[in-house]
Nanobody, 125 residues
């Protein structure tokens, strides 16, 4: 059974940091990514990483503050979030792509086959 389980969310003050982790099980994955959905807004792309972890991509608005990484030995993908602001408040979702050419990065929801249940991040001002 394929599962993606996020952890690490919580309440943090503006300017603080959080590290989210996604534990994947049931198979190995191609590209993986993080998305987020704020209240009343559509889910949006945050960051993606290739199967080997050698290449990453980020939403332009988040570049420099967030960093995605993966450990294929542990089948995990992490999201380090720094200098958080209240605008970063959202449910953060881990997503994984099952197949396709390796080495490519994807920023659209339809590119991903599996999703976690999400973890809440709340940034207070």
């Amino acid at each position: 059974q394929v599962q993606l389980v996020e952890s690490g969310g919580g309440l943090v003050q503006a300017g603080g940091s959080l590290r989210l982790s996604c534990a994947a099980s049931g198979r190995t994955f191609n590209a993986m990514a993080w998305f987020r959905q704020a209240p009343g807004r559509q889910r949006e792309f945050v960051a993606a990483i290739t199967s080997s972890g050698s290449r990453t991509s980020y939403s332009d608005s988040l570049k420099g503050r967030f960093a995605i990484s993966r450990d294929n030995a542990k089948n995990t993908v992490d999201l380090q979030m720094n200098s958080l602001t209240p605008e970063d408040t959202a449910v953060y979702y881990c997503a994984a792509r099952a197949s396709g050419p390796r080495g490519l990065l994807y920023s659209k929801e339809f590119n991903y086959d599996y999703w976690g249940q999400g973890t809440q991040v709340t940034v207070s001002s």
